[in-house]
């Protein structure tokens, strides 16, 4: 791979200042130094994601790329500065995702090193494209940030869509902090607030390069727009009521089941049992309209078993519905030829009154990729030696005695714009989960943070439950209103928060997060035009 070059750069290809002297002593450094320090400053801007929230690391690690890609002497060079910065992110940002493989260490430990390292070095490529298209020599500062912030939104975009899509921990995401921060979502999604985001990177970059002019106006734009964010958000919130939906309470249960336990069924009944006794002996039963159950917490197929239906519907309230991740065959009968990963609403009189299958299935946990290559090599994580089916969907579910919702089923809910149906607009989102794959580590948090965005930019509520945590209500500004945390068992009572009206993102989808990369393209090339027009 490229590396940039250790002889000296003509100084118009570098900055002046604090950030020249960085950038010198950068060069000087040995290639595996620069190569550790790149991966570092990426490993550093992943702290500023759930639940570290060290946001300041970000716009650090983020500047340190900006400053050593800028005395990069060939693209190739810049791609290779993106990329182990990219390394040292994704590690950082995905390490987590070793604890589903140690579940059951005999079978899957293996497989840790290959995928995690495997999966990083992918990921990195994206944050690398977007260094190296946004690369020019010699062409002002400004430019480059431009550049960077449009090439860099939609290398998340692509990152998000290509090989199924991996949308995880977008700039967007260090937001998750502040509630005012997130709204301005609802105008553009993730990617729009991933493009601001990489933007005000850009323009801290600016500053501290020896040209006092420079620095002041990109530290006056800094501040106008952090501000025009913030405030924004802020008389957003102030301007919500956000009324519960007609009195509706649903009750959210948290079994906190061990996966190893879940993935053998050794103890299903002993399972099954506990997500009963939560439901129906925890107080005001008799006020739910509908209890619902994480992802997989029935795991057996339903649609296949009168007795097991009788024996969940318990849960049911009187007047009510139970909602719960289980599995469903198909045919009905006999050894299911296909089967899915779904969710059942079940009525007191235990009928299944409404389905919906997953439709966004997770890669080596629902299905092998490639399985006619790697099918003989590997094995999924999950019980069973085909791959699941993959559902219609996203699709609205209508219950009786319940407004309509979309429901979402794990990682689903990590695709912006990609959480309910257009044409047929639901009140609420639902996501059941089981984070318990993940264990006491920073997915959870994450998969929470990212939840929260979906239901900024649809305006809609999401309820979530998931099976170790985090469960909880969030209203349609993304303001969590119940939850229970992380490792913890439990069952909360929530009022399901009104719908808004249709967001600008909601109604639009990609339309302003593209104009916004489509200007910055068209003013960062100009730039780049009139540069090389004074050096003709």
Same mark, same amino acid.
């Given at each position: 791979m490229a590396e940039i070059a250790l002889r000296d750069i003509p100084q118009r290809a570098g900055a002046s200042g604090f950030a020249g002297r960085c950038q010198a002593w950068f060069r000087q450094r040995g290639r595996w130094a620069r190569r550790l320090i790149l991966m570092t400053c990426g490993a550093l801007a992943a702290l500023a994601f759930p639940p570290v929230h060290a946001l300041p690391l970000f716009a650090i690690g983020l500047v340190a790329l900006i400053w050593a890609a800028e005395i990069a002497e060939s693209r190739r060079a810049a791609f290779a500065a993106g990329w182990w910065w990219g390394f040292g992110h994704c590690l950082a940002g995905f390490f987590w995702i070793a604890n589903s493989f140690l579940i059951d260490p005999v079978r899957f430990g293996w497989m840790v090193p290959p995928v995690i390292a495997g999966l990083a070095a992918y990921m990195a490529v994206y944050p690398a494209l977007a260094v190296a298209a946004a690369w020019q020599r010699g062409t002002s500062a400004l430019a480059r940030v431009l550049l960077l912030a449009a090439t860099w939104t939609i290398a998340e975009w692509l990152r998000g869509h290509l090989f199924t899509g991996f949308p995880w921990n977008l700039a967007a995401y260090v937001w998750s902090l502040d509630v005012s921060m997130m709204q301005s979502a609802a105008l553009w999604g993730a990617w729009g607030l991933s493009f601001v985001t990489i933007l005000l990177c850009g323009l801290l970059s600016l500053i501290g390069r020896g040209d006092r002019g420079t620095g002041l106006r990109a530290a006056g734009a800094f501040v106008v727009m952090l501000g025009a964010l913030y405030g924004y958000g802020?008389?957003?919130?102030? @301007?919500?009521?956000?009324?519960?939906?007609?009195? &509706?309470?649903?009750?959210?249960? /948290?079994?906190?089941?061990? /996966? =190893?336990?879940?993935?053998?069924?050794?103890?299903? $009944?002993? $399972?099954? @049992?506990?997500? #009963?006794? #939560?439901? &129906?002996?925890?107080?005001?039963?008799?006020?739910?309209?509908?209890?619902? =159950?994480?992802?997989?917490? @029935?795991?057996?197929?339903?649609?296949?078993?009168?007795? =097991?239906?009788?024996?969940?519907? @318990?849960?049911?309230? %009187?007047?009510?519905? #139970?909602?719960?991740?289980?599995?469903?065959?198909? %045919? %009905? /009968?006999?050894? %299911?030829?296909?089967? =899915?990963?779904? #969710?059942a609403v079940i009525d007191p009189e235990a009928r299944i009154v409404a389905t919906a299958d997953k439709f966004h299935l997770v890669p080596l946990g629902e299905y092998i990729p490639m399985r006619d290559i790697l099918g003989p090599f590997i094995t999924k994580l999950t019980a069973g030696a085909g791959d699941f089916s993959a559902g219609p969907g996203p699709v609205t579910v209508r219950a009786p005695g319940l407004p309509?919702?979309?429901p979402l089923i794990c990682y689903e809910v990590i695709f912006p714009g990609a959480v309910s149906d257009p044409e047929d607009r639901p009140d609420w989102l639902l996501n059941v989960t089981n984070d318990g794959w993940f264990g006491q580590s920073p997915g959870p948090y994450q998969h929470f943070a990212t939840a929260r965005f979906r239901a900024v930019e649809e305006g809609l509520p999401l309820a979530r439950a998931a099976n170790t945590g985090i469960s909880g209500m969030v209203d349609s500004f993304g303001r969590v209103t119940a939850a229970l945390p992380l490792g913890t068992e439990g069952a909360v009572d929530v009022l399901l928060p009104a719908p808004l009206a249709p967001t600008l993102f909601a109604r639009t989808g990609l339309l302003v997060p593209s104009a916004l990369v489509l200007v910055a393209l068209v003013a960062g090339v100009g730039f780049v035009m009139r540069g090389n027009r004074r050096r003709v």
């Open positions: 802020t008389l957003r919130l102030a @301007a919500s009521a956000a009324p519960d939906a007609g009195g &509706v309470t649903l009750r959210l249960v /948290q079994g906190n089941i061990d /996966q =190893w336990a879940k993935l053998t069924g050794a103890h299903r $009944d002993r $399972d099954i @049992a506990q997500h #009963l006794r #939560l439901s &129906v002996l925890t107080p005001g039963i008799e006020k739910v309209r509908a209890v619902i =159950w994480p992802e997989t917490a @029935a795991t057996i197929f339903l649609d296949r078993s009168a007795e =097991w239906r009788s024996y969940v519907a @318990a849960a049911a309230p %009187p007047d009510g519905l #139970l909602i719960t991740g289980t599995l469903r065959g198909d %045919p %009905p /009968q006999g050894e %299911p030829e296909r089967y =899915w990963n779904s #969710l309509s919702f979309s």
